[in-house]
């Protein structure tokens, strides 16, 4: 596995203007203050959004990640801002303005003060190739559900318990940890989040919607 570059070895973000879409380096980098404003970002961290410089620079980091993920997100870097915790790693979601969605591993590592103090916080994103570029082709890939199965997606992208979940769907814990297995296979994601993701990024489950809801056409 290969290691997070140290904080003193990033390269320093460029502003640049919008970027053209294309292959993304390793790391997408962008710099925040203390007040969680985006102030500065590579031209890879502005592709992965699909926005210029202009629309990322002054903007809170948060106003970027998809609903499904802001609370997690936004907690994350609360404890980075406070003081309580020096660095994290989960999974990311953006939505982009081409109404597609990129997802990816984003770091967040806190910036201290010589008096000890958070200063500022960095942010690493590792991009999922397959979802980190226009949308258009991926029509292509989407896959129907069963009816059963848009709804187990649907609660595991709400974050309802297996134990609540299989109450909500009269099936027993582990005829949901079957169905959520098979779609891991289907989908070949390795857990959950990377499902969801994916279910995302291929437009089963739409952007914008709370809770989030299989789209028609995927069912069958």
């Known amino acids: 596995m290969e ?6 070895n990033i390269c320093p973000p460029q502003r640049t203007a919008r970027p053209a879409a294309g292959q993304l380096s390793e790391f997408c980098v962008a710099n925040l ?3 969680l404003l985006v102030l500065e970002a590579n031209a890879e961290f502005l592709n992965y959004l699909g926005r210029s410089a202009a629309e990322v620079y002054g903007r809170t980091f948060s106003k970027f990640v998809h609903p499904s993920v802001e609370r997690l997100v936004s907690q994350h870097l609360a404890g980075l ?10 999974r990311m979601l953006a939505e982009r303005p081409s109404y597609t969605v990129a997802s990816g591993v984003l770091t967040g590592i806190a910036v201290r003060k010589a008096a000890g ?3 500022g916080i960095v942010m690493l994103l590792k991009p999922d190739r397959a979802h980190a570029v226009e949308g258009a082709s991926e029509s292509d890939q989407r896959k129907t559900l069963s009816e059963l199965d848009a709804r187990v997606l649907e609660g595991i992208a709400t974050g309802i318990s ?6 909500k769907l009269y099936l027993s814990r582990q005829g949901i940890e079957y169905h959520v297995s098979a779609m891991l296979r289907r989908f070949k994601t390795p857990n959950r989040s990377a499902l969801v993701s994916k279910a995302y990024a291929q437009g089963i489950l739409p952007v914008g919607q709370w809770p989030p809801k299989v789209s028609p056409e995927n069912i069958h």
């Open 3 to 8: 290691a997070s570059p140290a904080p003193g």
């Open 33 to 35: 203050d203390h007040n």
């Open 81 to 90: 801002r406070a003081g309580t915790r020096d660095r994290f790693t989960t």
């Open 117 to 119: 103090g958070v200063s």
């Open 162 to 167: 297996t134990a609540r979940l299989a109450t």
